[in-house]
């Protein structure tokens, strides 16, 4: 594991806590545009994290896989025989080539095209052209298997995987945040991933595009014109004035719209053919069945509103999708969008979500089209020298509500419209960036928040 | 007709007399340059009169895959996809980008629709298949480029009115869209 040695003559410990400052929210636009950071990033941040890599519905059989990337290091998420799922970095231990070169497929074992090094569905190197002849029998190929993830685990299906052997559980690295959101995505069932992941590239900073879906400030100006245009009811769906924000460790957090707590304790009555019925009659949210409350705990089943499962995965829509952030430089990021729905589900309702996926998201999406710009703009004015000092400032709701502790130990606020994610975001960011380990990492994690904040 | 079926013959109409295919061949091609110099000079409104009413305009999601595998080449229709519209939604579009507040086209977009290779792929009634291979250029702001190429297969359809675009399946040459966006109409 590389510690960030380096790069870290130009960010020292104290530099990297000083560029957002979550007293005052001021956050500093360097963390946008310097190239030394971002080297940083992708060995504190992305090779230490649980990153997600695909839904279980993608890779059903033996030898079913598909590319996905841990930062900027591409791997192979691959169903071996025994239906284990590997995650295995795409690059031949002879010279480094790419074994994989389609995004997705089946595949029996993986050849290098370079030499014809042959790898198993595990990474074992199981082949070498040549092995008793050129080699003259000498090549120890048990030491040359693919490199593989440190840990690989799942969450109702969703596989994730970490380059660090000393992560947390996938399990408690989630934390009530993170089982939520994902929850949320299965909180009607069993769920699979439509074929066809949407991916396009937009010339801005990853942490831009992140901390953009916490922020419900945006959608009535940025996204007017899909209001305009007939397509959404914009105030139909943003509840400016009940929102719901869950904060937890490691950077994760919710923010946006969210049933009240006493409309929750009336519909935690109901029961699920009662709740069914109703959602019928009104055509608005779908209420959740009573198992859900279970995966997504008390306070999160209430939640309607935008999950980020640090550092870099979205679900949207009340969990209709899900989409990946993934870094391509300081300036560039890469937008891959999973869409889901429930397993077998009727096909009038199948097609229904999938129009809504997409028209609504994607880069030709009415609502994502107008997002690019203002982010690759933002990401532009971050690297000139005068630009670069000017700060950015999440200051909205600061020191304005109250953090209240649910019996189940979730973090949350009931307010309205506010940057408390983005705040908590950057503080999660500033803290991952000045350790160096997982051990220091959670040993400098803020209390979670209660009281005034 | 299947219009994932790629490099397929245009047997039936190939068969017809020179002179009545070159007619038709003319006719469609002017047919499709007018509306491409429609879309160039943003005159979506009008561009819309140009639509038939059950038109579908889709775009599937383009994979690398190996050759082993190019059946899957293509999202199938029901499957995502980065366009899957009806009239309904165009004129959605069109409505946002008339709204004065579609910030991705405003400042707007500089585009030319190049069509070429235009081939006559069959002949059903008042419905004529065409494929198409295309190139979409855009400029944005001062550094923004955006070069879309592929093959198109839209259906033209005869009506008291005139021509009209009945079906447009655009398969696009990229597979990660190298774009901000797609706020242009293809």
Known sequence: MADGAQVCKAWGRQEILSLFDPDTGLLDRRVHSDEALYQLELERIFARGWNFMCHDSQIPEPGDY???????????????????????????????????????????????????????????????????????????????????????????GFWFATMDPQAP??????????????????AHGDVEVVDGIQKNVIDCNWKIAVDNLFDWYHVMYSHASAGSSG????????????????????????????????????????????RAALSRETEGLQLRPRAAT?????????????????????????????????????????????????????????????RTATHLFGPAGLLEQDDGENWSQTTRA????????????????????????????????????????????????????????WAELTASLPPLPEGRL | ??????????????????????????????????????????????????????????MPIRRTVTNSDLEREFTRPGDMAFFDDDRTVLEMRVKKLEAGSAWSEDPPSRSRHFVSNVRILDVEGDDISVEVAFHLYRTRLDTE??????????????????????????????????????????
């Not at chain 1, 480094?96 to 370079?114: D, I, P, T």
């Not at chain 1, 945040?177 to 994902?182: A, F, Q, S």
């Not at chain 1, 979730?410 to 983005?422: K, L």
């Open chain 1, 169 to 186: 559980s996938l399990h408690d690295y989630l934390g009530h945040v993170g089982r939520t959101g994902l929850g949320m995505i299965c």
């Open chain 1, 382 to 437: 971050a690297r000139g020298v005068t630009g670069r000092t000017l700060g950015q400032f999440l200051e909205m709701g600061l020191g304005q509500d109250e953090a209240r502790r649910s019996e189940a130990g979730e973090h949350y606020i009931d307010t309205q419209i506010n940057e408390h994610g983005q705040r908590w975001f950057y503080r999660g960011w500033r803290d991952w960036m000045a350790a160096e380990s």
């Open chain 2, 1 to 58: 007709m299947d219009t994932l079926d790629r490099g397929r013959a245009a047997a039936p109409w190939a068969g017809r007399p020179a002179a009545e295919r070159a007619l038709v061949q003319f006719e469609i091609e002017q047919f499709l340059y007018a509306e491409a110099a429609l879309l160039d000079a943003r005159r979506y409104r009008d561009w819309l009169g140009l639509l038939a009413d059950d038109i579908h305009y889709w």
């Open chain 1, 231 to 274: 397509y959404i009811d914009l105030a139909g769906i943003l509840h400016p004035k009940e929102q719901l924000v869950m904060l937890d460790n490691y950077g994760h957090a919710i923010s946006g719209p969210g049933v009240p707590a006493a409309a929750q304790a009336g519909i935690d009555q109901m029961s699920d053919e009662a």
């Open chain 1, 294 to 354: 279970e995966l997504m705990g008390p306070v999160g089943v209430r939640s309607h509103g935008h999950p980020n499962l640090f550092p870099n995965l979205w679900i949207t829509i009340s969990g209709l999708q899900v989409c990946l952030r993934l870094p391509r430089g300081p300036s560039k990021t890469e937008l891959w969008w999973f869409t889901i729905v429930p397993k077998g589900a009727p096909p009038p309702l199948r097609a229904a979500m999938v």
């Open chain 2, 145 to 186: 480029v955006d070069s879309w190429v592929g093959r198109r297969v839209d259906v033209v359809r005869r009506t008291g009115e005139g021509l009209r675009l009945a079906r447009r399946h655009i398969f696009l040459d990229q597979t990660l869209i190298l774009s901000t966006n797609m706020s242009t109409i293809f």
């Open chain 1, 66 to 156: 598909f590319i996905n990337y841990i930062g900027e290091d591409q791997v192979i998420v691959v169903r071996d025989q025994e239906g284990q799922v590997n995650v295995l970095v795409n690059s031949c231990r002879h010279r480094g080539n790419a074994l994989c070169r389609a995004e997705q497929g089946r595949a029996k074992s993986f050849v290098c095209s370079y030499h014809g090094w042959n790898y198993g569905l595990d990474g074992t190197l199981i082949g070498v052209p040549g092995q008793s002849t050129y080699y003259h029998g000498a090549l120890d190929k048990s030491r040359l298997g693919l490199h593989k993830a440190a840990k690989v685990e799942s969450h109702l």
